[in-house]
């Protein structure tokens, strides 16, 4: 007589026969069916979604406005320029060391206007730039976060201050204030001007620098912390060059507006155009000349109208060519996480 036995189920099985699920589909389905495998969700990336070419297209077209109204300054700016080139050689207007436009005997040497904006704006980077950095440490890596979101914003308030207050703050109160140290300033110099230009620098510098800072990852703290680096080694030597191209791209901007500024330079630096020797003498800028020599009643198409559109494509090459060795320096020491 066999025996026979159940399982949990209350099938009844036999010796030498396995258990296992009954074979065969579930009911209601077939063996097509999961062969098939489950069923696909419809491909939408082929279908055409008005809204999102409306926003490509305007996306598109604010890319290519930036490109526009740079290719049409380039333009504006040269065409003049070429016709001063036509009539004054561009070894003499590069080297040459007197700039009279307005004379009779017209000169026509950009070197004072050069030498007044370089002064200016190494003045101004030599007050923004530690400045800002100081700033910018600080506030990523000691400033508790509660005290970052109250210092940040005042020190952004600087930016928004109009450039013609500095400008009379630089001659009505920081030239005396120079004066009383005993330097032989005048009314005007490249000084003042330069030095309250870097105070209004500094918040460009600090924000843009601080940003990148925040945005290097704690692990490189951690690891540095466990290595036994105190804080401030690990914000120098970490923290720093791991921020090295947002630093560079924040000092690129402070030269940038301080070689273009003009309210500040022609308010508190004087109009004076001489070649410049130290910051102590005042001086007229490219800015400064380009500003006056607006405000004057040359005739448009004579050569000393011209003369604006010269210094002004001038001016653009100068910060061209700064832009171009900053990239470069991004490029080399970029550091991506």
Do not use: H
Not at 80 to 101: C, K, S, Y
Not at 167 to 193: I, N
């Amino acid at each position: 007589m066999s025996s026979v036995s159940s399982t949990p189920t209350g099938r009844a099985i036999t010796p030498g026969r396995s258990v296992g699920p009954p074979s065969g589909p579930p009911s209601g389905a077939s063996f097509d069916t999961l062969e098939a495998g489950p069923p696909r969700s419809s491909d939408l990336r082929g279908r055409r979604r008005p809204g999102e070419l409306i926003a490509r297209g305007l996306l598109a077209g604010a890319a290519m406005l930036s490109v526009v109204i740079t290719a049409g300054i380039v333009i504006a700016l040269l065409v003049p320029a070429l016709t001063f080139f036509e009539q004054v050689p561009i070894l003499d207007f590069l080297t040459g060391t007197r700039w009279t436009p307005r004379f009779a005997d017209a000169s026509y040497g950009v070197l004072p206007l050069i030498t007044a904006t370089a002064w200016t704006a190494l003045v101004a980077l030599a007050v923004a730039v530690p400045c800002g950095l100081g700033s910018a440490i600080y506030l990523s890596e000691y400033a508790p976060e509660r005290l970052r979101r109250i210092l940040k914003p005042i020190l952004e308030l600087l930016a928004g201050v109009p450039t013609v207050v500095f400008g009379y703050f630089a001659l009505l109160w920081f030239t005396p204030f120079l004066q009383d140290l005993g330097l032989e300033v005048g009314p005007f110099s490249l000084l003042s001007a330069g030095m309250v230009m870097g105070v209004m620098i500094i918040p460009t510098i600090a924000s843009v620098s601080e940003d990148a800072m925040s945005a290097v990852p704690n692990a490189l703290r951690q690891g540095s912390a466990a290595l036994g680096a105190n804080r401030m080694q690990t914000s120098l030597r970490v923290v720093f060059p791991a921020a090295f191209s947002g630093v560079v791209a924040a000092v690129v901007l402070g030269i940038s507006r301080a070689v273009g500024e003009t309210m500040i330079v022609t308010i508190a630096g004087g109009q004076m155009v001489q070649m410049v020797s130290n910051p102590l003498q005042q001086g007229a800028t490219m800015t400064t000349f380009i500003a006056n020599a607006a405000l004057g009643d040359s005739r448009v198409g004579s050569l000393e109208y011209n003369t604006l559109f010269v210094v002004g494509l001038l001016l653009f090459l100068l910060t061209l060519i700064v832009n171009l060795i900053a990239i470069e320096l991004v490029r080399r020491f970029r550091q991506e996480y």
